[in-house]
Nanobody, 123 residues
Framework: QVQLVESGGGLVQAGGSLRLSCAAS????????MGWFRQAPEKEREFVAA????????RYADSVKGRFTISRDNAKNTVYLQMNSLKPEDMAVYYC????????????????WGQGTQVAVSS
């Protein structure tokens, strides 16, 4: 069982930056691939970024490539999402997720989810 708690969301102006964190419980954090997803009002949850258990491999949605960076610190059981050059269309609730599949992009491939953190971007 893995429990995930996101933090770091907030309100930022367009062009600004935020760093989201996701703290995980459990002693097997490094065995899980981690992902970030987001969900805007009345839209489906969509993939943002994923990282392998070791942290050596990453994958990004085209919409965030070059602006967002996913990373992890297995010693701290934490995964991060650095978001730069934020746009109004990035506004959503951001969720982190843990799963066993390598760099999965679909919600069904993840077994554990956090409660989400809100990111608002003003234009």
């Amino acid at each position: 069982q893995v429990q995930l708690v996101e933090s770091g969301g907030g309100l930022v102006q367009a062009g600004g930056s935020l760093r989201l964190s996701c703290a995980a419980s459990g002693r097997t954090f490094s065995s899980y691939a981690m992902g970030w997803f987001r969900q805007a009002p009345e839209k489906e949850r969509e993939f943002v970024a994923a990282i392998s258990g070791s942290g050596r491999s990453t994958r990004y949605a085209d919409s965030v490539k070059g602006r967002f960076t996913i990373s992890r610190d297995n010693a701290k059981n934490t995964v991060y999402l650095q978001m730069n050059s934020l746009k109004p269309e990035d506004m959503a609730v951001y969720y982190c997720a843990a799963g066993s599949q390598f760099l999965a992009t679909h919600v069904s491939r993840y077994d554990y989810w956090g409660q989400g953190t809100q990111v608002a971007v003003s234009s």
